[in-house]
């Protein structure tokens, strides 16, 4: 047999998962409170360090609520908060080499993915509500601090088309990368009427339930931002260079 190496887990560690492992076998439901510190103390023969210490690791796993003064309360963890961690991890990203054209490409591919399904899924009330975006987008036309907020809720809008929590999770996970990178596209002359047209003809192409056409507009728009983008960061690198 080949050598196996068993790692040994942290007190506080083991203490969590013997707690997860509970939660999950329903010996307590949501908005349930924990025993107090000293109870768990005493149930696993630990001291308060590793309690404590095990209750922040699931906190930040979305599996508890922790308020001072009060035991720890049980949750549900939502799309929102565990892709919401995320957030920190792609700020450093993005300062890691080629780090925006990665974004740019993942963006790429999930947002036409998502226009496409959503010509194929989407309700008459969810199209309203898509059209309503586009609408604020158009009014927002020269005014590009409200055309940045407009256009990341319509793309945000497409995103809740199919009715997939996880879809809006992951959209919102990069919301900051998306303001400022639009911040920076926007910048080109003419780009806001642009975007605008782009997001016209995807809804037209989602409303027409015609998935290819929707895949393809979305496409031609991403790409076109990008384009934009790198087209303004190079002109931000040639003024400061001259400043």
Request: proline content about 4%; aromatic content about 6%.
């Amino acid at each position: 047999m080949e050598r196996e190496i068993i790692q040994r887990r942290k007190l506080h560690a083991e203490v969590a998962a013997r707690i997860e492992e509970q939660i999950h076998a329903g010996r307590w439901a949501e908005g349930d409170q924990l025993p107090s510190e000293r109870d768990l103390m005493e149930v696993f023969g630990v001291g308060r360090p590793a309690v404590r210490e095990a209750l922040l690791s699931l906190e930040k796993m979305g599996l508890i609520a922790l308020r001072s003064g009060e035991r720890a309360r049980v949750t549900a963890p939502r799309p929102e908060f565990l892709l919401g961690q995320l957030s920190g991890a792609a700020r450093w990203l993005l300062t890691m080499p080629d780090g925006v054209r990665h974004f740019q490409e993942a963006r790429l591919l999930f947002e036409t993915a998502l226009a496409r399904h959503a010509a194929e899924r989407a309700s008459r009330g969810k199209l309203a509500a898509l059209e309503t975006a586009l609408d604020n987008n158009r009014v927002a036309l020269g005014d590009l601090a409200a055309f940045e907020r407009t256009d990341v809720a319509f793309h945000f809008e497409i995103a809740a088309l199919p009715g997939n929590p996880i879809f809006t999770a992951m959209h919102q996970a990069s919301v900051e990368w998306l303001t400022q990178q639009r911040a920076i596209s926007l910048k080109n002359p003419g780009a806001d009427r642009q975007a605008f047209e782009a997001h016209r003809r995807i809804f037209e192409a989602i409303r027409a339930r015609d998935p290819d056409r929707a895949e393809r507009e979305m496409r031609a728009h991403l790409e076109q931002v990008a384009k934009l983008y790198w087209q303004a960061a190079e002109d931000d690198g040639r003024l400061r260079g001259s400043g």
